[in-house]
């Protein structure tokens, strides 16, 4: 077996969760049950990685198989990385019968005629998801395998995830790659992206809670007992604004959990205004500003807000279309032709 595959097995086993490490090597396949139990994995990772790599020598296994393992990995764990949702486009409204194998040769065929050094694995799951993992080269050099670009396409659906190499310049490659296998024309980037695999999918398929009740239960019960001086008028006033937040916070974001998505970001462009007496400005020019909203689960804080009494209810409607857009980056722009201050986000 190569060095090079030897070293990159070990790599790929010491990213795993000790715990996880036999389920995922059973998961892989490559080696036996009975090759499985002369390992000890209780010892520590770096010990149980060596005893992989001896076993996987004797069967002289090779890099494709090895990538296999890596694909097993990021399946189990795909918020190590950051996904970009992608939307194909047919001309017309037909429907086609998805030929996986047709796909994969179709797909392979495209991207070995621009560049030798590629590797391509692909991998199938329960939930019509092929996961496509692809490990670039030069005309001069091996594919780096440490790099690879990321794609989990579901057949019959326009839409493809891709978490892309640092090598940028083969992303073009790669989408001409899809809509040549998937037989359809044309492919864009949905300005949407996350962590979180599963949470894209929720918005993308509309998997996520949006009904809106037309029951509400009871309001809240004061936890306390009044005093006797208190005035009741205010009581009443603030469990009712109380009960009007939860009833706007449910009608703008549902009932459910909302889906994972860590940022949002805002492109301000417009012009600077000032009064023409004052002569501030020589010449227009345009006035750019970036914001940026981040947290660990960005929908479900925005939902808190109101109700926490650190936002007025309703949130503002740039925040809470993000899961109806199916996107999480914007760019808002002066209207031309209109009143000044206001502004588009397209």
């Not at 991998?123 to 670009?149: F, L």
């Not at 009608?251 to 009064?275: C, H, I, N, R």
Request: with cysteine.
């Amino acid at each position: 077996m190569d060095e090079t595959v030897a070293e990159y097995i070990r790599r790929t086993v010491l990213k795993i969760p000790r715990d996880e490490i036999k389920t995922m090597l059973q998961k892989w396949g490559l080696l036996s049950e009975t090759q499985l139990q002369t390992i000890n994995f209780r010892q520590i990772k770096e010990n149980i990685s060596q005893d992989v790599v001896q076993l996987c020598e004797e069967i002289s296994a090779d890099i494709k198989q090895a990538a296999v393992l890596d694909i097993i990995y990021n399946h189990v764990y795909p918020n190590k990385r950051v996904w970009s949702v992608y939307q194909m486009k047919k001309t017309g409204e037909e429907t086609e019968f998805f030929d996986l194998t047709d796909f994969k040769k179709k797909f392979k065929r495209r991207l070995r005629s621009a560049l030798k050094n590629v590797t391509i694995n692909f991998r199938e799951y329960e939930d019509n998801a092929i996961w496509i993992r692809i490990a670039w080269g030069t005309p001069y050099t091996k594919p780096n395998q440490y790099k690879p670009s990321y794609v989990v396409y579901h057949s019959q659906t326009p839409y493809v995830f891709i978490s892309a190499s640092v090598l940028k310049s083969n992303l073009p490659l790669l989408c001409q790659a899809l809509v040549l296998a998937s037989n359809y024309h044309d492919i864009r980037e949905m300005e949407l992206r996350s962590h979180s695999l599963n949470s894209l999918k929720d918005i993308v398929f509309k998997r996520y809670s949006q009904n809106f009740q037309t029951h509400y239960p009871r309001p809240l019960q004061e936890r306390n007992v009044a005093p006797e001086s208190a005035d009741l008028r205010i009581i009443e006033e603030n469990k009712n604004e109380k009960e009007r937040i939860e009833r706007v916070n449910r009608e703008v974001f549902g009932d459910g959990p909302q889906p994972k998505l860590e940022f949002a970001q805002y492109k301000l462009e417009t012009m600077f205004k000032s009064d023409p007496q004052m002569d501030v400005l020589d010449k227009k020019e345009p006035f750019r500003c970036l914001v940026k909203f981040s947290s660990p689960h960005l929908l479900e804080s925005l939902k808190s807000l109101a109700p926490a009494g650190m936002a007025d209810a309703p949130i503002s409607p740039l925040l809470t279309c993000i899961p109806q857009k199916a996107r999480n980056y914007f760019k808002i722009r002066e209207r031309k032709h209109f009143f000044p201050g206001s502004f588009v986000s397209p």
